[in-house]
């Protein structure tokens, strides 16, 4: 193992996620928002960002229950981004090909709706679909897919 360590003492319940070497991200949470760090976003990026051994701000207003952030890579260069927000709803954040969050304006998010009791969790088998499973009130075990081509 080589590299160098970044604390994230004040940090918590990281989720790594990688679309192929030397590509890198790790998102951790504070008590009330997103954190981002990142390494390779394009193959000539092989430094860790932000350079300052700091993490960048998604945003966010993360739920008060022990939560943690759903994160994938899937297909090319698309990254998706799931976590329990205040409301104990379901908000969303993506990149494609860059460093650029959106929805547009760096800590805004897509609202997905829901009364979570849990931590989404999400998976995809393709660069066109997700399926996002959650614990919910009041019907237990929710799944939300998504698919680009319907």
């Known amino acids: 193992m080589s590299g160098t360590a970044t604390a994230l ?12 070497y030397p590509h890198l991200e790790v998102l951790a ?7 981002w760090k990142y390494r390779g976003l394009t193959s000539q990026d092989t430094i860790w960002n932000p350079t300052d051994g700091s993490l960048a701000l998604v945003g966010g207003v993360v739920a008060s229950f022990d ?7 899937r297909g090319g260069q698309n990254v998706d981004i799931f976590i329990a927000a205040s409301m104990s709803d ?4 993506y ?6 969050w959106g929805p547009v304006g760096s800590t805004s998010w897509e609202e997905r709706g829901g ?9 995809s088998w393709s660069e066109d679909r997700l399926d996002l499973f959650v ?6 075990l929710c799944q939300m897919t998504w698919d680009s081509l319907g």
């Open 115 to 123: 009364i979570l009791t849990t931590a989404p969790t999400v998976v």
């Open 67 to 73: 939560t943690a952030a759903a994160a994938i890579a």
């Open 29 to 35: 949470l504070s008590s009330d928002n997103v954190y």
């Open 90 to 93: 379901m908000v969303h954040k």
């Open 9 to 20: 003492s004040s940090y918590a319940y990281p989720t790594a996620l990688s679309w192929g």
């Open 135 to 140: 614990m919910g009130s009041p019907t237990g």
């Open 95 to 100: 990149h494609q090909n860059s460093s650029s």
